[in-house]
């Protein structure tokens, strides 16, 4: 699978990680562009956004 990155949509291979310069502003506004999905996963650490796609062997046996 190849990286995608568009306005409409983001897509990493598995275990991925990608690191973006952005501030809290642009990390809400990018989680709200995302909403509700698994994948990629994001996360904010100062100065540094993170988007991160799990391997396929972190979501199996995950129950409720």
């Given at each position: 699978?190849d990286?995608?990155?568009?306005?409409?949509?983001?897509?990493?291979?598995?275990g991925?990680?990608?690191?973006l310069l952005?501030?809290w502003?642009?990390?809400q506004?990018?989680?709200?562009q995302?909403?509700?999905?698994?994948?990629?996963?994001?996360?904010?650490r100062?100065?540094?956004i993170?988007?991160?796609?799990?391997?396929?062997?972190?979501?199996?046996?995950a129950?409720?």
């Amino acid at each position: 699978m190849d990286t995608v990155i568009t306005p409409q949509r983001i897509e990493l291979p598995p275990g991925a990680v990608l690191k973006l310069l952005g501030d809290w502003k642009a990390y809400q506004i990018l989680s709200q562009q995302l909403g509700d999905r698994s994948s990629p996963r994001i996360k904010y650490r100062r100065g540094e956004i993170l988007l991160m796609a799990p391997l396929p062997e972190h979501g199996r046996d995950a129950s409720l």
